[in-house]
């Protein structure tokens, strides 16, 4: 069972920066994508960013294009989240996914396209 670790959460106000750390308890090949999902109560989990693991390859979800960089650590399977300019609508818990196989002809930005997930890692925002 692959666990993803993750931290970087808290309170900021409008303007600031969070960085979001996730780490896989595995180094194995096998994780094809990992991917940043947010969630408000009472709304779906959406993608916020997708990283493919074998070439850095990102998609962006169109809210935070130009704001929000997913990029990868050194440490195989770690990835981190740098938000910039944060909104009050950026407000939610942040969940990390990783999945194991790929998805033909697309990139990943379903929840369903994802194997783990990590508990969680609350980003508030106040204006």
């Known amino acids: 069972q692959v666990q993803l670790v993750e931290s970087g959460g808290g309170s900021v106000q409008a303007g600031g920066s969070l960085r979001l750390s996730c780490a896989a308890s595995?180094?194995?090949?096998?994780?094809?994508?990992m991917a940043w999902f947010r969630q408000d109560p009472g709304k779906e989990r959406e993608a916020v960013a997708v990283i493919y693991t074998g070439g850095g390859a990102t998609k962006y979800a169109d809210s935070v294009k130009g704001r929000f960089t997913l990029s990868q650590g050194n440490v195989k399977n770690t990835v981190y989240l740098q938000m910039n300019n944060l909104k009050p609508e950026d407000t939610a818990m942040y969940y990390c996914?990783?999945?194991?196989?790929?998805?033909?002809?697309?990139?990943?930005?379903?929840?369903?396209?994802?194997?783990?997930w990590g508990q969680g890692t609350q980003v508030t925002v106040s204006s």
């Open positions: 595995t180094s194995s090949d096998a994780i094809t994508y």
């Open positions: 996914a990783a999945a194991y196989r790929p998805v033909p002809g697309r990139f990943p930005f379903l929840v369903d396209d994802y194997n783990y």
